[in-house]
């Protein structure tokens, strides 16, 4: 890992909208960092674009959305999150353009954080791994999405539907970056995110044969460390920040 320092996230904010493609996305490192935002006081919602259905090849697409809805919903609340929405994308085959932008401004519109986090829209994961159309579609769409909520000339149509514009997005925090700049302490939230993540139970079982206990601890505290090799030796979550 890149020697360079990472500054700490910034803390003037009181309002979060956090967008990603699929329930657990937030669970694989991020919630450790809601987990301290929201014991500060601050508030977060979650957006998914869609609810996973695509996600477990031994139960079908019908039957899988309840279940990866149900278990996002708890894992969510494990972080202090009460507001989960759904957009009903269709899970696999995310795409980028004019309604998924529309669909994420209008969520910016009604929520109007002062930060938006989202997950890696880049194509790999650090050069080592490609990364899913869906991931790199809604984090590009959740970073257009930004300017786009703050033009009324622009989807003028969620301004009829008394949608007003909103300028005060300050900033975009990207979590799986391999381009981080800031990174949160998250000594006291690291604990929850192994019990948030462990609830995607269903996911997790048909993904390893591991102990699912284990397997969340051993990824999300690993992670954690070797984020913190740059924040102080401080277990961390990283971002790739971008000011607006």
């Not at 030796?233 to 971008?242: L, N, S």
């Amino acid at each position: 890992m890149d020697s360079q320092r990472l500054a700490p996230m910034p803390a003037d904010w009181q309002r979060a909208l956090a967008v990603v493609a699929h329930p657990d996305d937030l669970e694989y490192g991020a919630a450790a960092a809601v987990a301290e935002w929201t014991d500060g006081g601050r508030e977060v919602v979650y957006l998914l674009a869609s609810r996973g259905e695509a996600g477990i090849d031994t139960l079908s697409p019908e039957e899988c959305a309840p279940v990866r809805e149900r278990e996002q919903r708890a894992s969510a609340a494990v972080v202090g999150v009460r507001t989960v929405e759904f957009l009903d994308h269709r899970d696999g085959v995310i795409e980028y353009g004019v309604g998924l932008r529309r669909d994420i401004a209008a969520a910016v519109r009604r929520h109007r954080p002062e930060l938006v986090v989202t997950l890696n829209h880049r194509d790999t994961w650090g050069g080592a791994a490609w990364n899913t159309p869906d991931h790199r579609a809604v984090g590009r769409a959740a970073l257009d999405a930004v300017a786009d909520a703050g033009n009324r000339w622009i989807f003028p149509e969620l301004g009829e539907q008394g949608l007003d514009p909103w300028n005060g997005v300050r900033w975009t925090a990207v979590a799986g970056s391999d381009r981080p700049t800031h990174a949160v302490d998250v000594t006291a939230g690291l604990e929850r995110s192994v019990r948030s993540l462990l609830e995607h139970r269903t996911y997790i079982e048909a993904l390893t044969r591991e102990d699912p206990e284990r397997y969340c601890r051993t990824f999300l505290e690993g992670m954690a460390k070797d984020a913190g090799e740059r924040f102080g030796g401080r277990p961390a979550v990283t971002f790739e920040v971008f000011a607006h």
